[in-house]
């Protein structure tokens, strides 16, 4: 026993001076371990080997497939981002690794430049099927993998050189904002509904449309007349002051016994049932009332009518429900009301903003909100003009004509 026991020592003594030189791979390492029947000494000298190599090498054994550690930095960068943003993430490392097939079993470690040729497949794949700015969304996540993987694990990231799909966006593809006439046409449509309050709420605050469909009855305060939220995709807290036209709208609604009650009931069911907590419903329904009221072309319910399969690029368009931001964005600074202010109401991030949660209960945030149109001034905006209307045709006469004698 004590001459086997002796064998051993030096057998691992010689493993750890070779390990040292950097004269034995991970395989030789996990093989050795393996052969040692002791589970103590085992453990033991895989923990010995294993520093060592981690000082040689500057990382772990056995980093395990590409899969796990996706799988491993998901989980680690879920605490570090917002919700909303880790659900697009975790979409993306799925539908790379989809791509990937029988290659998601590779060790990371064995990954290097030459593996670029598996990230450009990916974006030339992604570029049939989504405009070039998802596309480009998905490769920077991409990107974001490896490079996490080349700083543990010391290798060379295969997407580090891939560069991203021109954006060559046409004038159909820039969102723009609504003018006031298209605003009114837009409320004249969905009055006395609950997409009414949806609208309203959008141009007097310009806040997104999974926001604004989870807002809750303890978001909104009227004797005060402030709305406060946390955005969520940038979990931002914001507190506004509610214009006028959305005030008096908010105030004709049911009241409820329960401050978390959802204001609108009817979007959040929408958002609530959706897995990811997207509102591509919702957006749909928006579409849909542009299309009546004559602002975007309707869309066909079978795609192969149009000639595109389910897996074509989507179609997009200068208008959408996202273009109330823009609206009001354009009618604050047609106002005069300062860039800073604008930005701290829209909530966009900016070197000018550095409060994490701002009070906007000031007379300059009201008087920026006091500067909005009136609903009354918008409903007349979205008024026909007569010439536009279609003409009068003149009823033929009941009473037949005397014929002459």
Request: charged share 30%.
């Amino acid at each position: 026993m004590q001459t086997d026991a002796r064998k051993l020592a030096q057998r691992i003594a010689e493993n750890l001076e070779d390990v040292g030189r950097g004269v034995v791979n991970e395989k030789e390492i996990a093989g050795f371990c393996e052969k040692i029947s002791d589970a103590k000494v085992r453990a033991v000298s895989k923990r010995i080997l294993g520093d060592v190599f981690r000082t040689v090498h500057g990382r772990e054994i056995g980093a395990g497939s590409l899969r796990a550690f996706v799988s491993s930095w998901l989980t680690g960068i879920r605490g570090e981002i917002a919700p909303q943003s880790f659900i697009r993430y975790n979409q993306v490392a799925n539908d790379f690794l989809k791509f990937a097939g029988a290659i998601e079993e590779r060790d990371i470690t064995a990954f290097g430049a030459r593996d670029d040729v598996l990230i450009l497949g990916y974006r030339d794949e992604l570029a049939k099927r989504v405009s070039p700015g998802t596309a480009n969304t998905a490769l920077k996540i991409v990107r974001q993998i490896f490079k996490s993987a080349a700083q543990r694990f010391k290798i060379e990231s295969p997407a580090a050189l891939v560069g991203g799909l021109k954006n060559r966006r046409t004038d159909a593809d820039r969102r723009r904002a609504f003018t006031l006439p298209e605003v009114g046409r837009i409320l004249r449509e969905v009055r006395g509904s609950e997409w009414e309050g949806l609208v309203l709420m959008a141009l007097y605050t310009g806040q997104r449309l999974s926001d604004i469909a989870a807002l809750r009855w303890e978001n909104i305060d009227l004797d005060r007349g402030e709305l406060a939220l946390t955005t969520r995709k940038t979990g931002r807290r914001i507190l506004l002051p509610l214009a006028e036209p959305f005030a008096e709208y908010l105030s004709r609604l049911p009241s409820s016994d329960s401050p978390l009650a959802f204001v609108f009931p009817k979007a959040s069911g929408f958002v609530a049932r959706t897995k990811a907590e997207q509102t591509l419903t919702l957006s749909n329904q928006f579409y849909d009332i542009l299309a009546r009221v004559g602002l975007v072309r309707r869309r066909r319910h079978l795609k192969a009518e149009d000639g595109m399969g389910r897996n074509a690029r989507r179609q997009s368009s200068e208008l959408s429900f996202h273009s109330f931001r823009h609206t009001a964005t354009s009618l604050l600074k047609n106002a005069g009301v300062p860039q800073s202010v604008v930005m701290d109401i829209i909530g966009h991030e900016s070197k000018a903003i550095s409060q994490i949660y701002t009070h906007v209960g000031d007379a300059e945030k009201r008087l920026a909100m006091a500067a909005l149109p009136s609903l009354a001034s918008l409903l007349r905006h979205g008024r026909q003009p007569r010439s536009l209307a279609p003409p009068r045709v003149p009823q033929k006469s009941k009473r037949r004509s005397r014929k002459r004698e």
